[in-house]
């Protein structure tokens, strides 16, 4: 019967030694600066600092006042971000986000609740930067129409597996706001368009105009009405003169170049002339 005891008591003891060695105590440190970082949609959760072996992060999120989720891909892990781009399926509600510094997989605790560090309240529709758009532009023939052809810039969503562009999203919402000007001068005008296809026709014919557009979305809040501006595209002038589409240098040098060719010219034809003089005199004394 003592026998017995023995091997079962050494078993309970590994038993303990495993689950002591494989277990945590004490607390664990915060997460810092988590903050949401959304272009387009691609919606990151960001944090820091990147943790030691002894520990981990889990994300939990929930819409505000309902029920807290988790996404499969940060649950104890050692990154320091989480794409929920696809988990905030209402783009119109509210969300706020845990990071809970939990053991690394595998790793018991005798904590009952871990320490946790809450984000921002962030609404996708309302929040989500907007990228800077690519746009085509086009003067009529008779210059008295500028065509701006925006390509309204993709989102991380889908939909029946189609990508959708932010005026799938925003529809009606979503304007575009023009800012030009005359090439090389400061003055500015803006117009407002509620299409992506915009059609200027109090530009000043024959003149070359610079255009930025970007995104305007007047539903939201005064910081995030605008997004990124695009870049600068300017049309052709056609009334420039020699001296704006030419530096002075190249024009210099064409001047020595022509001067050379009409020098070359020149003393070619000298030369011939005294040629055919000497050939038509020494003819004239064979003769003789």
């Known amino acids: 019967m003592e026998t017995m005891r023995r091997p079962a008591a050494s078993l309970g003891f590994c038993i303990l030694f495993f689950l002591y060695t494989n277990s945590?105590?004490?607390s664990y440190p915060k997460a810092q600066n988590v903050t949401w970082k959304s272009t387009n949609f691609k919606t990151m959760l960001t944090w820091a600092p990147k943790p030691s072996v002894n520990y981990s992060y889990t994300v939990e999120f929930s819409m505000v006042g309902g029920d807290k989720q988790r996404n499969s891909n940060c649950m104890q892990s050692s990154a320091t971000?989480?794409?929920l781009s696809s988990s905030l399926?209402?783009?119109n509600a509210y969300y706020t986000a845990d990071v809970?510094?939990?053991p690394p997989l595998g790793v018991l605790s005798d904590l009952i609740e871990f320490p946790y560090t809450s984000s921002p309240r962030f609404c996708p529709y309302k929040d989500t930067d907007i990228s800077r758009p690519d746009f085509k532009l086009e003067v009529s023939k008779d210059k008295?129409?500028?065509?701006?052809y925006v390509t309204d810039p993709l989102t991380a969503l889908f939909k029946d597996g189609h990508q959708l562009n932010i005026r799938d999203i925003f529809s009606d919402d979503l304007k575009y706001k023009i800012t030009y000007r005359r090439n090389k001068s400061t003055g500015k005008k803006v117009h407002i368009s509620k299409s992506s296809v915009i059609e200027l026709t109090d530009l000043d014919r024959g003149e070359s105009y610079c255009f930025n557009i970007q995104a305007f979305i007047p539903s939201r809040s005064t910081?995030?009405?605008l997004g990124e501006l695009s870049q600068t595209q300017c049309s052709n002038n056609d009334n420039q003169s020699i001296f704006e589409v030419y530096s002075v240098g190249v024009i210099a040098t064409a001047i020595l170049l022509i001067l050379l060719l009409i020098g070359i010219i020149i003393t070619v034809t000298v030369l011939c002339c005294k040629r055919m003089?000497?050939?038509l005199k020494s003819e004239k004394e064979g003769v003789v």
């Open 89 to 91: 399926t209402d783009l």
């Open 223 to 225: 910081d995030k009405q």
């Open 100 to 102: 809970l510094s939990e």
């Open 144 to 148: 008295k129409k500028t065509t701006l």
């Open 81 to 83: 971000m989480c794409d």
């Open 24 to 26: 945590a105590s004490g």
């Open 277 to 279: 003089k000497n050939a």
